[in-house]
Antibody
């Protein structure tokens, strides 16, 4: 069974950092692009970043460029999102998604709250 | 960036109805459009990719089509589990923008 499970969310002060993880199982992780999508409370979906199979190609939404870094460890079937200089408008549930163009499986998400 | 709009923003329907949701991109995205369903309090679920291809396990009452830069999600014979919010996303260029969503609720 394909599963992606996020962790690492929590409450952080503005300007702080957080590292999200996504544990993948049930599929050949190293063969898939992976994506992060977020959803602010009561709002719609926002694409955040994606990464290719080997980790050599990444893309970001403008609002997180220079602050967030997506990476992966194919030996551990894991995807990461390092978030620095966090702002109040980064508050959201962050979902890990298998695929990029043909994204299919979504995790339940992990909540990040940026507040003083 | 490619802008993606959806209409209507919400609609009310009954079980058994045929429902159509429209998504429009600000420029040509060929057929690079996906549809997602999100039930309240749940993670999104992928329905359709490449305009009209159904993901595995998605019921055949869901279908997607295109006319130029206008895309349509059709749900025929609406079922109780279909009351949800639907999002489209363009997958043609970065950033991969989502539409604002269409909420389908009970009439």
């Amino acid at each position: 069974e394909v599963q992606v499970v996020e962790s690492g969310g929590g409450v952080v002060q503005p300007g702080g950092s957080l590292r999200l993880s996504c544990a993948a199982s049930g599929f050949n992780f190293r063969s898939y692009w992976m994506t992060w999508v977020r959803q602010a409370p009561g709002k719609g979906l926002e694409w955040v970043a994606d990464i290719n199979q080997g980790g050599s190609e990444t893309h970001y939404v403008d609002s997180v460029k220079g602050r967030f870094t997506v990476s992966r460890d194919n030996t551990k079937n894991s995807l990461f999102l390092q978030m620095n200089s966090l702002r109040a408008d980064d508050t959201a549930v962050y979902h890990c998604v298998r695929g990029a163009y043909q994204s299919d499986y979504w995790g339940q998400g992990t909540l990040v709250t940026v507040s003083s | 960036d490619i802008q993606v709009t959806q209409s209507p923003s919400s609609l009310s329907a009954s079980v058994g109805d045929r429902v159509t949701i429209t998504c429009r991109a600000s420029q040509d995205i060929v057929n690079h459009l996906a549809w997602f369903q999100q039930r309240p309090g749940k993670a999104p679920k992928s329905l359709i990719y490449a305009e009209s291809a159904l993901h595995s396990g998605v019921p055949s009452r869901f279908s997607g089509s295109r006319s130029g830069t206008e895309f349509t999600l059709t749900i025929s014979n609406l079922q109780p589990e279909d009351f949800a919010t639907y999002y489209c996303q363009q997958c043609d260029s970065y950033p991969r923008t989502f539409g604002p969503g269409t909420k389908v609720d009970v009439k």
